[in-house]
């Protein structure tokens, strides 16, 4: 039998200390979604849970001055698409907050905890890199900051070292005539993880795409930034060509694996069909409307 | 959100009328589950109990060289270890009662604990009892096992060659004609049933279609997982709660397992969180007693998702080939199919039922079906609701609906032009009795679904698929006992496990066939000291044949209140009638509750009882219609609308009947496109979770409209059929007819998944 120990501190500082003092053996607990539910089937050995919840920074939820937001590593999901500014500004990622199990999970899972578990599948990742959201960690060195496309490093693993934590997000401002959605592909319904998941940003002036990002789920060690698919629409006007253009280098950069969860040639190909109708979505939101099809 | 009160449409075909029988009231056990008060089998503690848990194999396919389990004795809290050591040798012994009596104990005995070898990922290998779970879950880490792996066998195609690794060494095929093959191999029986000249009805045939079908294994999904707590006393009483689908059952395999005497087991049946076949059969209750009996403590023990999903008895994954011979006016002329089914780690598979049923919605003149039961390096499957029978119709009804599609002929107009009906031919059965597979058609086509065109919608692939499906049901025998209150309220003691509603629709009988209000009736489902031999809660029978056991208890409770009356009014107990739950003779008159009271007056109690073993319990048939939309882009079925359509006999308690017909579309639905174990090379589960064994959710299923059609059963007094089961085996073929409308594609495997859907498309463009 295993004892473990809890903590709550209340600072950043504290919670660096504990983890600092404790190492691999000491994890951050925000809604505890994953690691409850990991460390009950032993996929994970845990004996500190230093609990993420009592320390202000990481359940912000604001606006900075220049009209970035920060968003707290344990604010939980349900926060986000009650909150009417940020669903507005940041719809992919309110997108993913939507359908991350159910609505009990979603009122303790957070976006941050989602990236700290650094699943391939996991679906506020995409989002995240498609808004070109930046990491704001601490540690007992002090504080750094991470692109979101560059935390995850393999299944589980992330760029956090031994005493780091993960304290907010900073999601730039989008500019005017910008939309993005998010959407992943499962078998069912609901309760389900992503076979594929594909987020997408656009930035428009009239037809014409002036910025572009794409991200995919699943189909990689690490959720991806396929930034050459983004970079190709670059000038292109956002019609269905210019889409299967950018599908197609999704398509191409995925290098997924055959699983329980999927096989290799259908990842690939939802690779491809996400993108675009996560293209679609992002170009209908850019112009004021919302998308109509998938999840 | 309104509540939806609309009355599903009933269909009768009789003038029958009754006072109680298809009506709706509030069932017994309602109130008890909605609040939480309802005992099931984790809720039972026992002062000093400890816990148990088991040790399960992490290969596939194993020798097992050692078993050391002295580190874990050692353990703090740790107070016994068994494995199959600790079982007694069976020898020669057959198993009885259950679904499938007649199989050897040696093999049901090596499947709880593994002797010598383990057969499938997940076997047991050893239990151990200790003061709390966590120290249990310690102690399996602490108990060494040296295995030699061994080449593990997993689909039935592979273990059928002749060069396969041989799973038990001493199996030798009980062949069809009666003799034993000579070499052992994986295959423990064939089977061959004919009718006709199965060559000269091809030989007439102007079109024939034969085509080919395999099936991942599937689980039954039940909530509530395994579990058992037994006390063993001092003086070899042995007290076991449990939840499972019989406990007449489980004391019978306890007394096979454990060579204990059946007169000092008592099982008391738990309330039940779903079996649909695959609670009738012990796991853990053994092991729960041993344990018991070695440390002198109760022992309670509860699986855990994954073990149910690894050790339990999943249903057959396998193959079945079915050729179909049509002239081209659409008359069926010879049909021959083949079904190989994965029995499992041991043989007894449920082939021999889908064999039963591969033909069964139609006339056949010609026919021939063989069956081969066949042992693989997976779980010891089980039945899984009409078990066997949604294999082989969604191959027959696929062949069916390409028949239809090649010689243009409507597919209703088809199965009614060639359906069975009264006095036709049944494999291995007397000839039909009264069936409503025409019955059940011709509401299909008249239904809202059929008679409405299916809505197009641009860029969406959609289609409408038909499918019929038939299940033979069973008797088996129950037992009830009625006991009548002086206030002229009845307990009536049954020995059915309720899973489907079926103690009101057997207080229902009672209370019809007595007179009474369904109010006045207070059904409990008792253990085995307390009433009659009743055998497994399973072949829908319950309503069937514990009914039955009602309608004869309340006879012969009128019989002994007839006589008690007759002795009052001094009157022939023959001359007294019983109308209405009224009796009179000779200008005297009594209701039942009036009765009660006047006999409490002379000390007379009647207590009306019947076992009964009855053998017409009469075939189910189901007409299901499937709309659904194919996302040609990533291979999604969505199903838009169904319709399932039922004879019920006669319906007892319609809402009951309706959530069958719903349950097992619902369950039937998840077969055909998502749920199947997935396996790697070595045989290892990989999904042993419900994340990834993908049962629909309420978001994956639309309402399910319902038609109850009633054509009487003759075998029963109220023409009961069992409902239960029949209303899984359309639902696969009907959404494969409906993806063929829809694509034009031909599924040939079960579950019908997004990645194969998407991979079928992709191969026919």
């Not at chain 1, 329980?260 to 690939?268: E, F, L, S, W």
């Not at chain 2, 641009?458 to 009548?484: C, D, H, M, Y």
């Not at chain 2, 319990?617 to 007409?623: I, L």
């Amino acid at each position: 039998m295993r004892a473990i120990q809890y903590a709550a501190p209340s600072t950043v500082e504290d919670a660096v200390a504990i983890l600092a003092e404790h190492g691999s053996d000491a994890r951050m607990l925000a809604g505890g979604t994953d690691l409850i539910v990991q460390v009950r089937e032993d996929a994970r050995d845990t004996g500190v849970f230093v609990d993420a919840k009592k320390i202000p920074e990481l359940m912000e939820l604001s606006v900075n001055a220049d009209g970035s937001t920060t968003l707290g590593a344990a604010v939980p999901c349900h926060q986000l698409y009650n909150d009417a500014h940020f669903t507005a500004t940041y719809p992919a990622v309110t997108d993913a907050a939507r359908i991350i199990g159910s609505t009990g999970i979603q009122g303790r899972a957070s976006v941050g905890g989602n990236l700290c578990n650094s699943g391939p599948a996991g679906d506020t990742i995409p989002p995240l890199i498609v808004h070109s959201a930046v990491c704001n960690i601490a540690g007992p060195d002090g504080e750094r900051t991470v692109a979101v496309e560059d935390f995850c490093t393999a299944p589980g693993r992330n760029v956090l070292a031994d005493g780091e934590l993960l304290v907010s997000l900073t999601l730039p401002k989008p500019p005017a005539g910008s939309g993005s959605h998010y959407l992943r592909f499962i078998p069912r319904n609901e309760m389900d993880i992503a076979v594929v998941g594909a987020g997408a940003w656009l930035q428009l002036d009239g037809e014409t795409i002036t910025a572009a990002r794409t991200g995919l789920g699943a189909v990689a060690p690490t959720p991806l930034f396929v930034q050459a698919a983004g970079d190709a629409l670059v000038g292109m006007t956002a019609d269905e060509d210019a889409f299967a253009v950018a599908a197609d280098i999704a398509r191409d950069a995925a290098s997924p694996i055959d699983d329980m969860r999927g096989t290799i040639a259908h990842r690939k190909q939802l690779s491809y069909v996400l993108t675009q109708r996560a293209l679609r979505g992002a170009k209908a939101r850019a112009q004021g409307g919302s998308p109509t099809n998938g999840h | 959100m309104a509540i939806d009160t609309r009355v599903a449409p009933k269909i009768k075909h009789h003038d029958e009328e009754y006072k109680v029988i298809g009506t709706r009231p509030i069932r017994h056990d309602g109130l008890e589950k909605v609040t939480g008060e309802a005992r099931y089998g984790s809720d039972i503690n026992l002062p000093g109990q400890l816990h148990g848990k088991v040790l399960r194999s992490p290969h596939a396919h194993a020798r097992i060289l050692s078993i050391d389990a002295s580190r874990a004795q050692a353990l703090d809290g740790v107070s016994a270890v068994i494995t199959s050591a600790d079982l007694p040798d069976p020898g020669d012994k057959l198993t009885t009662g259950g679904e499938a009596p007649g199989l050897p104990v040696k093999f049901k005995s090596a499947n709880m604990l593994a002797r010598g070898k383990v057969h499938y990922h997940g076997h047991a290998v050893a239990a151990v009892a200790a003061t709390n779970q966590h120290i249990a879950a310690e102690a399996l880490k602490l108990i060494d096992v040296e295995y030699e792996v061994l080449e593990p066998v997993l689909e039935v195609w592979d273990a059928m060659k002749p060069d396969a690794p041989v799973i038990i060494e001493d199996l030798y095929t009980a062949k069809a004609d009666g003799t034993t093959a000579e070499e052992p191999s994986n295959v423990a029986a064939e089977m061959l049933y004919e009718v006709g000249d199965v060559d000269a009805g091809f030989a007439e045939a102007d079109l024939v279609v034969d085509r080919e079908f395999t099936f991942g294994v599937v689980h039954q999904g039940y909530i509530e997982t395994h579990n058992a707590t037994a006390n063993w006393l001092k003086d070899g009483h042995l007290h076991v709660w449990c939840s499972s689908q019989g406990a007449f059952t489980i004391r019978q395999e306890l007394a096979d397992l454990l060579n204990h005497p059946i007169t000092k087991i008592h099982v008391v049946p738990m309330e039940i969180g779903g079996g649909f076949g695959g609670k009738t059969t012990a796991y853990l209750e053994p092991l729960a007693a041993l344990l018991s009996q070695q440390t002198g403590h109760p022992v309670k023990m509860a699986m855990d998702r994954a073990d149910v999903l690894k050790a339990t008895g999943p249903t057959p994954g396998g193959y079945v080939r079915v050729k179909m011979g049509v002239t081209n006016d659409g008359t069926i002329t010879a049909g021959y199919a083949n079904l190989a089914f994965d029995a499992g780690g041991y043989p007894g598979s449920v082939v021999g039922a889908g064999c039963r049923c591969v033909f069964a919605p139609y006339n056949m003149t010609n026919a021939k079906v063989e069956g081969f039961d066949v042992v693989v390096n997976k779980p010891k499957t089980h039945a899984y609701r009409a078990p066997g029978a949604t294999h082989a119709e969604f191959a027959s009804e696929t062949v069916v609906d390409e028949i239809c599609r090649t010689l243009d002929i409507d597919p209703v107009e088809f199965r009614l032009k060639n359906s069975a009906k009264e006095g036709d031919w049944q494999l291995a059965m007397p000839p039909y009795p009264r069936i409503g597979h025409i019955e059940c058609m011709e509401a299909a086509r008249d239904s809202a679904q059929w008679q409405t065109p299916l809505e197009t919608a641009p860029g969406k692939k959609r289609g409408r698929g038909i499918a019929s499906g038939f299940w033979f049901n069973i008797g088996f025998t129950s037992s009830v006992i009625a006991k009548l209150n002086s206030d002229g309220s009845v307990t009536l003691l049954e020995g059915s496990t309720d899973i489907g509603g079926t103690r009101t629709s057997v207080a229902m009988q009672f209370a019809e066939t007595l007179g009474i209000a369904i109010e006045d009736v207070d059904p409990i489902v008792a253990d085995t000291d307390s009433v009659g031999q009743t055998d497994v809660t399973g072949g829908s029978r319950v309503t069937f044949a514990t009914g039955l056991a009602a309608h004869n208890a309340a006879n012969d409770m009128k019989d002994q209140i007839a006589e008690g009356l007759a002795d009052l009014w001094d009157v022939a107990a023959d001359s007294i009638t019983h109308a209405d739950g009224t009796f009179s003779a000779n200008g005297n008159s009594a209701t039942v509750r009036e009765a009660a009271g006047l006999l409490e007056e002379e000390g007379v109690f009647p207590i009306g009882k019947n076992t009964v073993t009855p053998t017409r319990e009469g075939g189910a048939f189901a007409v299901h219609i499937a709309d659904v939309e194919v996302d040609e882009e990533t291979g999604k079925v969505e199903v838009l609308r169904y319709t399932a359509v039922q004879d019920a006999g006669v319906a007892i308690y319609p809402p009951y009947v309706e959530g069958q017909m719903q349950g097992g579309v619902v369950q039937g639905v998840g077969w055909a496109l998502n749920e199947e174990y997935v396996y790697d090379d070595d045989g290892h589960l990989l999904n042993a979770s419900l994340l990834d064994y993908r049962m629909p959710t309420a978001l994956d299923v639309p309402n399910i409209e319902t038609i109850i059609v009633e054509v009487p059963n003759p075998g029963h007094p109220y023409g009961v059929r069992g409902v239960g089961e029949v209303p899984i085996v359309p639902p696969p073929a009907a959404v494969a007819n409906a993806i063929h409308d829809a694509t034009g594609l031909r599924m040939s495997h079960l579950p019908m998944s997004p990645p194969r859907v998407q991979a079928a498309l992709a191969a026919q463009a």
